[in-house]
């Protein structure tokens, strides 16, 4: 037996409590015989033995190996006194005594340590029970908040598409009016601009989890990006008659930040505002200055936040579902909006003073440095010329045949000589008979993709001595999805969908055209 096992220590007893236990046991089972001796006589042990097993149970071997030594020395007073004589008779007794008393202290450790395994794995199944039952809580309600987003995800998708599909249908059928005609196509780019909103903040909320949200910042007029935003809006308030009233106050100063990050914080505001405000009702947006920069509020008297629910307002995927601003959408909009506002330094809340009394969102920012003064506000791009791309030969890849009949349309009505491939082969197949001026192709393509065909491009051009620009048109949009892009060949990633504007602008530039590219 080891030294360790011969120190143990029962639970909750000391090492000098084990030995008093020892020391009382021995001198009560030698008081004990000393009272019964007439009965027990001449067997006087059995008492010395249960002193073993107690100082064994509650203090371990090595009290119970002071017992035996104890017990061993007294016994013998009853049998043979005086002590001081050794008899042949005293040495077995004594030895008998001793060999039976450690059989006895190892029996009761053994029991002991035993028992005290299995209290030990007992507490341990409790615990694992515990932690099981915790993790299997989360777990259920993960699955839960995963089939909740997908349903809200799935109608937030349904929605705008079930409108699209539908004027599609009547457009395509020739049956409407001159008004509407107007208003299916405004419809149709009104819920197909929803659907790329939808998708860029999911891509913002991916963005913000992997901390890859970049900003450009450069000092910016506030109210031109708040103007900006009100511009935005203001069809979707006339749409329910609410009155949109703005107030800039020309004494707030310039800030530093990124103009388009910005404006989407303000445009997420009142989207929220407009959404949750009924009809005739009224929103107001103020730009102010403040003690350490600028605030901008967007107070509405529309539904109001509960109290239980305004700790939770920029929470991602949080909506309110039992409180009054509880319903449809993602609830991405204010949780990008403190993320974006929160890397320009800046601080925003929510108040509200109750169900049916309205929100009141506030955004403050620092101010920019008084160190430059040129102040640029946020602009829209110009219409590019309808002679942006006259005579450009401009070669389009792409899978999907609705996909590469837009880019012919688009580039061939600003003057390009657009020619297309459906796959990496037969855009290398007219590669070979005429190098376009610009290469514009998808990422994803049947058999060999669009970093496969760069490589070959790339090839071919050192090969005759030249650089094919190539623009990569794609669906990837991530940080990492430009980075392999650029990395494979391509001069410029553009993620879908693209603005007619943009995809002119980019490839006017990257033939050459800067000057008859917008901005």
Same mark, same amino acid.
């Given at each position: 037996m080891?030294?360790?096992?011969?120190?143990?220590?029962?639970?909750?007893?000391?090492?000098?409590?084990?030995?008093?236990?020892?020391a009382g046991?021995? @001198?009560?089972?030698?008081?004990?015989?000393?009272?019964?001796?007439?009965? *027990?006589?001449?067997?006087?042990?059995?008492? !010395?033995?249960?002193?073993?097993?107690?100082?064994?149970?509650?203090?371990?071997? #090595?009290? #119970?190996?002071?017992?035996?030594?104890?017990?061993?020395?007294?016994?013998?007073w009853?049998?043979? /006194?005086?002590?001081?004589?050794?008899?042949?008779?005293?040495?077995?007794?004594?030895?008998?005594?001793?060999?039976v008393?450690?059989?006895?202290?190892?029996?009761?450790?053994?029991?002991?340590? +035993?028992?005290?395994?299995?209290?030990?794995l007992?507490? +341990?199944?409790?615990?694992?029970?515990?932690?099981?039952?915790?993790?299997?809580?989360? @777990?259920?309600?993960?699955?839960?908040?995963?089939?909740? !987003?997908?349903?809200?995800?799935?109608?937030?998708?349904r929605?705008? %598409?079930?409108?699209?599909?539908?004027?599609?249908?009547?457009?395509?059928?020739?049956?409407?009016?001159?008004?509407?005609?107007?208003?299916?196509?405004?419809?149709i780019?009104?819920?197909?601009? @929803?659907?790329a909103?939808?998708?860029?903040?999911?891509?913002d909320?991916?963005? *913000? *989890?992997?901390?890859?949200?970049?900003?450009t910042?450069?000092?910016?007029d506030?109210?031109?990006?708040?103007?900006?935003?009100?511009?935005?809006?203001?069809?979707?308030?006339?749409?329910?008659?609410?009155?949109?009233?703005?107030?800039l106050?020309?004494?707030a100063?310039a800030?530093? #930040?990124?103009?388009?990050?910005?404006?989407?914080?303000?445009?997420?505001?009142?989207?929220?505002?407009?959404? !949750?405000?009924?009809?005739?009702?009224?929103?107001?947006?103020?730009?102010?200055?403040a003690?350490? =920069?600028?605030?901008v509020?967007?107070?509405?008297?529309?539904?109001?936040?509960?109290?239980?629910? %305004?700790p939770?307002?920029?929470?991602?995927?949080?909506?309110?579902?039992?409180?009054?601003? =509880?319903?449809?959408?993602?609830?991405?909009?204010?949780?990008?909006?403190?993320?974006?506002?929160?890397?320009? =330094?800046?601080?925003?809340?929510?108040?509200?003073? $109750?169900?049916?009394?309205?929100?009141? !969102? +506030?955004?403050?920012?620092?101010?920019?440095?008084?160190?430059? %003064?040129?102040?640029e /506000?946020?602009?829209?791009?110009?219409? /590019?010329?309808?002679?942006?791309?006259?005579?450009?030969?401009?070669?389009?890849?792409?899978?999907?045949?609705?996909?590469?009949?837009?880019c012919?349309?688009?580039?061939?009505?600003? =003057?390009?000589?657009?020619?297309?491939?459906?796959?990496?082969?037969?855009?290398?197949?007219?590669l070979?008979?005429?190098?376009?001026?610009?290469?514009?192709?998808?990422?994803?393509?049947?058999g060999?993709?669009?970093?496969?065909? *760069?490589?070959?491009?790339?090839?071919?051009?050192?090969?005759?001595?030249?650089?094919?620009?190539?623009?990569?048109?794609?669906?990837?949009?991530?940080?990492?999805?430009? +980075?392999?892009?650029?990395?494979?060949?391509?001069?410029?990633?553009? /993620?879908?969908?693209?603005?007619?504007?943009?995809?002119?602008?980019?490839? $006017?530039?990257?033939?050459?055209?800067?000057?008859?590219?917008p901005?």
């Amino acid at each position: 037996m080891s030294v360790a096992a011969a120190t143990d220590e029962a639970p909750g007893t000391g090492p000098a409590s084990g030995y008093a236990v020892a020391a009382g046991s021995v @001198a009560g089972a030698a008081l004990l015989t000393e009272l019964l001796w007439p009965l *027990i006589q001449p067997s006087g042990t059995p008492l !010395f033995f249960a002193a073993v097993a107690i100082s064994s149970w509650f203090g371990g071997l #090595g009290p #119970g190996l002071l017992a035996t030594g104890l017990a061993a020395v007294v016994t013998e007073w009853f049998f043979v /006194p005086p002590l001081h004589v050794v008899t042949p008779g005293m040495v077995v007794r004594g030895v008998s005594f001793v060999v039976v008393a450690l059989l006895v202290a190892s029996l009761y450790q053994r029991a002991r340590r +035993s028992q005290e395994r299995a209290e030990a794995l007992a507490r +341990s199944r409790q615990e694992l029970l515990v932690a099981e039952k915790a993790a299997r809580e989360i @777990a259920e309600a993960a699955s839960r908040g995963k089939d909740e !987003f997908l349903a809200t995800l799935s109608h937030e998708l349904r929605t705008p %598409l079930n409108a699209l599909v539908g004027w599609t249908w009547w457009l395509r059928r020739g049956d409407l009016d001159d008004a509407r005609r107007v208003t299916a196509l405004e419809t149709i780019d009104r819920n197909a601009k @929803a659907l790329a909103q939808l998708i860029e903040d999911l891509l913002d909320v991916s963005r *913000i *989890i992997t901390g890859k949200v970049r900003l450009t910042v450069r000092e910016i007029d506030l109210a031109s990006v708040i103007e900006a935003a009100v511009g935005a809006v203001q069809p979707a308030a006339s749409a329910k008659s609410i009155d949109l009233d703005l107030t800039l106050d020309p004494a707030a100063g310039a800030v530093r #930040g990124d103009a388009e990050r910005l404006q989407q914080v303000v445009w997420n505001l009142l989207s929220n505002a407009i959404k !949750f405000t009924p009809e005739k009702g009224r929103i107001s947006v103020r730009l102010d200055p403040a003690a350490s =920069g600028v605030r901008v509020v967007v107070r509405d008297t529309g539904q109001g936040i509960v109290p239980a629910f %305004l700790p939770h307002v920029f929470d991602r995927f949080s909506q309110g579902a039992d409180g009054p601003r =509880g319903g449809a959408g993602l609830g991405l909009g204010l949780a990008i909006a403190r993320h974006i506002v929160e890397l320009h =330094g800046g601080t925003i809340r929510a108040d509200s003073d $109750g169900e049916g009394l309205g929100a009141t !969102f +506030s955004v403050s920012l620092p101010l920019a440095p008084p160190a430059t %003064l040129g102040v640029e /506000p946020a602009a829209a791009p110009p219409e /590019p010329a309808s002679t942006a791309l006259q005579g450009l030969r401009v070669l389009v890849v792409d899978d999907e045949p609705t996909a590469r009949e837009w880019c012919e349309v688009t580039l061939g009505h600003y =003057g390009a000589r657009v020619t297309v491939a459906g796959s990496a082969r037969e855009a290398m197949a007219l590669l070979q008979r005429e190098a376009p001026h610009v290469l514009v192709s998808d990422l994803r393509l049947p058999g060999e993709d669009g970093y496969d065909l *760069i490589q070959q491009v790339r090839a071919l051009d050192s090969a005759h001595g030249r650089r094919t620009p190539a623009v990569a048109l794609t669906a990837y949009p991530r940080v990492e999805d430009r +980075s392999r892009a650029l990395d494979a060949g391509y001069d410029a990633h553009v /993620p879908k969908p693209v603005a007619v504007t943009e995809l002119v602008a980019v490839v $006017g530039l990257l033939a050459g055209r800067a000057d008859d590219a917008p901005a």
